[in-house]
């Protein structure tokens, strides 16, 4: 049927067209409206175009002298296509359809067979496709489901979309001017990446086209199929939407190149289960805005043709920028990232995010590479694997943790807060980590706080730590990595050598003040230098617990704690020294430069555990006005040997164990000074 120049015209019934349109290209067409040609439908209406290519089902274009030609189909509807580079519905040059009855529980049906059939096509400014409840099907190569281009628009109502075909994306908005909307609307693509790398897409976005989508489902099962593809300057807003893709390297939504966005509102859930399947991936200045909740759920690994694991959400590059509202990320792979900010990329969660991570290697929130920033505001992240810190900054990367942070990590080697190779996390809101056990795989411990490597700085508002793996200290400043905690930080740590606070290494630094630091494990200091570290402690408390864990303890040239204020020291286990110097290391317990500030009180309870022991040529102690106690056996208040030296300037030293003398010095240039020191030994058997 046509309707020509101001024609207009009825259906009803079954077509099966042979006849070509009176105009160029003179296709084959079922219904035709032309320069404003207008067909209305009075009952059911079922097309079967014919099986030659470039067949149509019904196409209203709107060329001509008049234009606005109409195509109305408020009826049930069926039109097949199959011939090759066929349409079911095409509206063209400011032509208009509308199909399907609101309400009606009869769809409006679409079929194509061919390869690069297109179900649903409007090209050219003003031309507008309008479907209720449509059920759209192509199962050709390169076939997609509806499409707008250069400036048309198609609005989807309800319904389904489906594409079977490798390279055949769901719905697609390109160019300039052109958009889509789809509400209510269940979009599926089953097909792969085709030979020419065309990939099924279930929504696509391109050239400064829009889409909006809303309270929609889409669903994407093949190699590569995306959920949403934002990208050359497209937009898309997703409102209330749910994508899943179970295909590899198969994000959920990705915005590629400058000037494309994409908006979420509503609650949106996106889930991947492919390798390589990122949730939300930003790239070459792509930027994303979720202002609703958004929940993401990742399956997958690292891809093998792509690098990339199933992170939750990945801003890559500078420019590119991802904005969460609240926020829930679950990721389950190996190495999959809970957020990751990636050269240069950047990430802002102010609403509380929640990630959890369950694979090895899988960080909560990971910053890598200059530029790249991830900021988040009373974050709670739970990391279960091995090697998979709870927050990781390198090569120059930010991490910004505000407000009040939770951090849990389960795994081997899973450290709380890592800043690495020139990189920065600063905690300026209460954060309370937790960490595992010692890493088989990569030697790292679950450290509860480490900043390693020359430029690498961890600044900590008030923090609490709890370490229970072996050899996991509570702060390690290591290989000139720095550490910055002034409001009372806790440290508590209950494994073999897990030293609270450690500074290891020329330029690695921790300063603290008045921090708390309980350790119960055996050999574990409450504080350590050696190898250049220096540790300073302003005021606070040392307690030890265990066999040979030292209060403080400095080794090696260079390496040095200062103690300024009223530190109070105590060790209870046998050999467990309270001020130790070996090696060439110091130790400076300042006294107060008030009377106010208070004094240092150094305690030991165990056998052999000597309050200040400074061995070795080079190893200095000095101390002023100290309350220096010690209670066990052979248990000394003062000890220096092989040529250490121990100052006392003012205060006491009392001991009250068997064979515990108040001072005692072997060995050639050995010294130990007592400046209006008061000694009190109560031992029959103790000698000055």
Not at 638 to 667: K, Y
Request: with cysteine.
């Amino acid at each position: 049927m046509f309707a020509l120049t101001g024609d207009t015209c009825t259906a009803s019934g079954a077509y099966s067209p042979t006849t070509r349109i009176p105009v160029s290209p003179g296709n084959i067409v079922g219904l035709f409206a032309f320069d404003n040609g207008v067909i209305d439908a009075s009952s059911a209406v079922s097309i079967t175009a014919n099986h030659a290519n470039n067949s149509y089902g019904a196409w209203s274009d709107g060329a001509g002298t008049t234009g606005g030609s109409q195509i109305n189909l408020l009826v049930p509807v069926r039109i097949t296509t199959s011939g090759g580079s066929s349409y079911g519905f095409y509206a063209t040059d400011g032509g208009a359809i509308t199909a399907g009855v609101v309400g009606s529980s009869v769809p409006v049906k679409i079929t194509t067979t061919g390869s690069d059939s297109i179900g649903v096509f409007a090209s050219g400014t003003g031309s507008t496709i309008t479907i209720n409840d449509p059920s759209i099907v192509t199962s050709g190569l390169d076939a997609p489901g509806a499409v707008s281009a250069s400036g048309g628009s198609v609005v989807l109502s309800g319904g389904s979309v489906t594409t079977h075909g490798d390279g055949s994306f769901g719905v697609a908005a390109l160019a300039s001017g052109s958009s889509i909307s789809a509400t209510g609307t269940t979009i599926t693509t089953l097909g792969n990446v085709d030979v020419a790398g065309v990939q099924p897409v279930d929504v696509w976005v391109a050239g400064g086209a829009t889409a909006t989508l809303t309270n929609d489902t889409l669903i994407a099962s093949g190699v590569q199929g995306l959920g949403v593809l934002v990208e050359d300057g497209g937009t898309a807003n997703l409102l209330g939407d749910s994508v899943s893709t179970t295909g590899s390297d198969a994000p959920a939504v990705v915005v590629n190149g400058a000037g494309s966005s994409a908006a979420l509102s509503g609650a949106n859930v996106l889930n991947t289960a492919g390798n390589g399947s990122i949730g939300l991936y930003a790239e070459g200045g792509g930027v994303i805005n979720a202002t609703g909740p958004t929940t993401i759920s990742t399956l997958g690994t690292t891809s093998t043709a792509t690098g990339l694991s199933a992170f939750g959400v990945n801003a890559d590059g500078a420019g590119s920028q991802i904005n969460l509202a609240a926020t829930t990320v679950t990721t389950s792979g190996g190495n999959a990232f809970g957020f990751y900010a990636s050269n240069g990329g950047n990430i802002t969660a102010p609403d509380a995010p929640s990630v959890t991570t369950s694979g090895n290697g899988s960080i909560g929130l990971y910053a890598s590479g200059g530029g790249s920033t991830i900021t988040a505001d009373g974050a709670s992240i739970i990391t279960h694997g091995a090697s998979a810190p709870g927050v990781q900054a390198d090569t120059g990367g930010l991490v910004t943790l505000n407000g009040a942070s939770v951090l849990t990590t389960a795994g081997d080697g899973s450290i709380g807060l890592y800043a690495l190779g020139g990189g920065v996390i600063d905690a300026t809101g209460p954060t309370t980590i937790s960490t595992g056990n010692t890493s088989t795989s990569t030697g790292l411990r679950a450290y509860g706080v480490n900043a390693d490597g020359a430029g690498s700085q961890i600044n900590l508002a008030a923090t609490t730590v709890t370490t229970s793996g072996v050899n996991a200290f509570g702060f390690y400043a290591s290989s000139g990595g720095v550490i910055s905690a002034p409001d009372a930080p806790s440290i508590t740590t209950f494994g073999n050598g897990s030293i609270g606070l450690y500074a290891s290494g020329g330029g690695s630094t921790i300063t603290a003040d008045t921090p708390s630091v309980v350790t119960h494990g055996l050999s574990a200091p409450g504080v350590q230098a050696d190898t250049g570290g220096v540790a300073t402690m302003n005021g606070g408390s040392v307690t030890t617990t265990g066999i040979d864990s030292h209060a403080v303890f400095a080794s090696g040239t260079g390496s040095q704690v200062m103690l300024n204020g009223g530190n109070v020291l105590s060790t209870s286990g046998d050999g467990a020294f309270g001020l130790y110097a070996i090696g060439g290391g110091v130790i400076n317990a300042n006294g107060p430069t008030f009377s106010a500030v208070g004094t240092p009180s150094i305690t030991t309870s165990g056998n052999g555990s000597i309050a200040l022991y400074a061995s070795g040529g080079g190893s200095t102690i000095t101390a002023d006005g100290a309350s220096i106690i010690t209670h066990g056996a052979s248990a000394p208040g003062v000890q220096a040997d092989t040529g250490g030296l121990v100052t006392l300037n003012g205060g006491s030293v009392t001991t009250t164990g068997i064979d515990a003398p108040g001072v005692f010095v072997s060995g050639a240039g050995t010294l130990a000074m007592l400046n209006t020191t008061n000694v009190l030994t109560t031992s029959p058997t103790s000698i000055f």
